[in-house]
């Protein structure tokens, strides 16, 4: 399975575990690392010293390379960045912000940069700052999205015919069969969020996981575009939501209404009425919380699975 995506990182197989708030921590990334993808650390919900823990962790873990997600909305990026280039992080994949802002800086200290976009005009941005490779993630995905709105199906071959750097695809991808549709359609590797919060190592509050295996159709939507758009678990504040956008919520009091800390509350603390979900409608089909070793490797046999049987079509 070498490519593009494989040789870039030194990985065996070309599935990333997505960084994400609450949810992968050490104890994740190295579990994925060591079963040959790529283990991301979310940075986004740690202060920086823990930040430094967490990396301490994983490289006592594993010995393969893994890499830090870096969210762009978040403070403290200056220290962040500090603590990743002192330990000697190889990989990093920034979020939700400019990719002009960090690229050249982290590339200058021997990092491979990879930027996460929602779009073909982003695509080229990020290209034009000296990414190494982009992840393309579609309208499906858990957490924080794009405004347009573009499906995974559309997004990936639009990006392809753009861009020349490796591509990874990401949204709505749980399976092997859905990898194999998506590098079908010229992605080069996969970043898998969702299923692998339905994980045992995801630092997801157990509550959370198994709200995740009961979601079926249709329990997730985009919602806070004024914010900044995220797909949630319809809950108890979901709908809190709603009914503020039926009374005429100006930005300020949604704002107020999200507050602080409620994705850490909800996905972290277990707060299924009050908290905030973070999930991609794949949740839909999954089914079970798995050992992430066995996530990959069931991914991989179906890939191969598949793959044999698109020949004989
Ligand atoms: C619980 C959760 C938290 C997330 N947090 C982040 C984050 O901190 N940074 C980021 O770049 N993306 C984040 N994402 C998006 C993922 O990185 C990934 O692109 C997305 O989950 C892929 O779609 P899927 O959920 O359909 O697999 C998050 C997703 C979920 C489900």
Redesign the pocket.
Known sequence: MQNRITELFGIKYPIIQ??????SGWRLASAVSNAGGLGLI?A?SMYPEVLREHIHKCKATTDKPFGV?V?MLYPDLDKIMEIIIELGVKIV?T??GNPKTWTAYLKENGITVVH?VSSVKFALKAQEAGVDAI?A?GF?????NGRDETTTLTLIPSVKEKISIPLIA?????TGRSMLAVMVLGADGV?????F?ASDEASSHMLFKQKVVEAGEGDTQLTLKELAPVRLIKNKFYHDIQRAYENGASVEQLNALLGRSRAKRG?FEGDMEEGEL?????SAIIHDIQPASQIISEMIQEFEEAKAGITAL
């Not at 997505?18 to 949810?23: E, F, K």
């Not at 990401?170 to 749980?174: C, N």
């Not at 973070?278 to 794949?282: D, K």
């Open positions: 997505a960084g994400m708030v609450w949810a979310g986004g997600n969210p994949f979020s939700a996460v992840v993630e499906e995905a858990g957490g924080h990401a949204g709505g991808i749980a970043q898998v969020g969702s299923r919060v996905m973070e999930i991609g409608q794949v």
